[in-house]
């Protein structure tokens, strides 16, 4: 009983902040909770929604943030007022989705939930990748790129037809953002350079690589194959969340039902000491980056696929820092060692709430890092065992004073 209970404790202060965030929205925002269920009909145009990146830049002012907040509200006078057109939004495999805000939270968070997976393992290494947003923009490049010339008909690939041939830029993105996870190990790992200044090259310079790709334009697309990841819905949910899914049951089986995960918190927990037990702690580091090189261009093409386009100045900006926030809030030590993948999750979706909340109540893009970060602060206290005990030492201390008076 002990034990059980101890294998979810570091999910009890996300899901309760995640709980009063909940509440909080039930209380003072309008249709918060509400969900509808709508049909997609191949013969008529989808309905379409105002496209507002995850990443709005502080420039964009308090217009940014009435846009924002107002994608829920606006969706219906959208369906009334235009007929859009087809581009995967609103395309359903059985014909029917939910639509609402809880919804379009999961679907928004997809990017930070990809991301988390990655860098959870990075973390439980006790090194950190804070290029994860630089290869995003770099996945989200090329995609763009090679989608744009093979809806041109300029390469050989063409001639596969546009359900079919989508798949090349999804391959050459992955492939391309597992090479930047490569790079990223084999500096940290085979070099032996410090992680936060390994990663930050890339970081650097990977924004400059995605203008390279891109020749410094903002390349847009509309192919229904590739937009459909972050627009279109399968089993009434967005296919971002599915994607999402089967990446958490992959990397749960991989870590939890082989021995790579005990040699992952292993390294983490004492290097040396892995290795003079047999264990390759170069190889094991050298793969995490791996891993979270190929979810960081998964990343990427989410966010490409959800505005339609490549923007390399502004894909992924920051959300290196949600998904580091994301898994330290889920329980898992900057020092390495154990991991929590679930808690990962719940800490992104708990970014993801109150991010969007922040934007409904009309709150400035601006400041809108400032009360994220004091969420932030509150739950790392609260999952710190010695910041409770020295709390609950404190009241202890005062209810004996008070009896021996």
């Known amino acids: 009983?002990?034990?059980?209970?101890?294998?979810?404790?570091?999910?009890?202060?996300?899901?309760?902040?995640?709980?009063?965030?909940?509440?909080?929205?039930?209380?003072?925002?309008?249709?918060?909770?509400?969900?509808?269920?709508?049909?997609?009909?191949?013969?008529?145009?989808?309905?379409?929604?105002?496209?507002?990146?995850?990443?709005?830049?502080?420039?964009?002012?308090?217009?940014?943030?009435?846009?924002?907040?107002?994608?829920?509200?606006?969706?219906?006078?959208?369906?009334?007022?235009?007929?859009?057109?087809?581009?995967?939004?609103?395309?359903?495999?059985?014909?029917?989705?939910?639509?609402?805000?809880?919804?379009?939270?999961?679907?928004?968070?997809?990017?930070?939930?990809?991301?988390?997976?990655?860098?959870?393992?990075?973390?439980?290494?006790?090194?950190?990748?804070?290029?994860?947003?630089?290869?995003?923009?770099?996945?989200?490049?090329?995609?763009?790129?090679?989608?744009?010339?093979?809806?041109?008909?300029?390469?050989?690939?063409?001639?596969?037809?546009?359900?079919?041939?989508?798949?090349?830029?999804?391959?050459?993105?992955?492939?391309?953002?597992?090479?930047?996870?490569?790079?990223?190990?084999?500096?940290?790992?085979?070099?032996?350079?410090?992680?936060?200044?390994?990663?930050?090259?890339?970081?650097?310079?990977?924004?400059?690589?995605?203008?390279?790709?891109?020749d410094g334009q903002i390349i847009t697309f509309d192919n229904p194959g590739l937009v459909f990841l972050c627009n279109g819905h399968a089993l009434f949910l967005p296919f971002s969340v599915w994607i999402v899914v089967a990446m958490y049951v992959i990397a749960g089986l991989l870590t939890r039902k082989t021995a790579l995960g005990l040699f992952i918190e292993s390294v983490g927990n004492n290097e040396r000491a892995s290795r003079y037990a047999g264990i390759e702690a170069r190889r094991i580091k050298w793969l995490t980056y791996v891993i979270c090189g190929f979810c960081a261009g998964v990343a990427g093409l989410l966010a490409a696929s959800n505005i339609k386009c490549a923007d390399s100045n502004n894909a992924g900006l920051y959300l290196e820092l949600d998904a580091i926030l994301a898994t330290v809030i889920g329980g898992t030590s900057m020092a390495g060692g154990r991991f929590f993948l679930s808690g990962s999750l719940v800490g992104a979706i708990l970014i993801q709430t109150l991010t969007t909340t922040m934007y409904m109540k009309n709150v400035s893009p601006a400041i809108v890092a400032v009360p994220k970060a004091m969420v932030v602060i509150i739950v790392c206290l609260l999952q710190s065992p010695v910041f409770r005990a020295k709390v609950l030492s404190i009241f202890a201390s005062k209810a004996a004073k008070g009896g021996v008076q």
């Open 1 to 214: 009983m002990n034990k059980s209970s101890n294998k979810f404790r570091h999910l009890v202060w996300p899901l309760v902040s995640l709980a009063l965030l909940l509440l909080f929205n039930a209380i003072f925002t309008d249709n918060f909770f509400k969900i509808e269920i709508k049909k997609s009909d191949s013969a008529q145009e989808s309905v379409q929604q105002p496209a507002v990146p995850d990443e709005l830049p502080a420039a964009a002012g308090e217009a940014a943030a009435q846009v924002e907040g107002a994608v829920q509200s606006a969706a219906p006078e959208a369906e009334q007022a235009q007929a859009p057109k087809k581009d995967g939004k609103g395309v359903s495999i059985f014909g029917y989705y939910l639509y609402g805000t809880p919804i379009d939270i999961l679907n928004q968070g997809s990017k930070v939930m990809v991301l988390a997976i990655g860098m959870t393992l990075v973390i439980a290494t006790g090194g950190i990748d804070i290029s994860v947003g630089a290869v995003m923009a770099i996945a989200g490049a090329i995609a763009a790129l090679l989608i744009s010339m093979l809806d041109a008909g300029n390469c050989i690939g063409a001639g596969l037809g546009p359900s079919v041939y989508w798949i090349i830029p999804v391959l050459a993105a992955l492939v391309l953002a597992t090479v930047a996870g490569f790079w990223n190990g084999m500096l940290v790992a085979g070099f032996g350079i410090q992680p936060m200044v390994a990663t930050l090259v890339l970081m650097v310079a990977g924004r400059g690589v995605a203008q390279l790709i891109t």
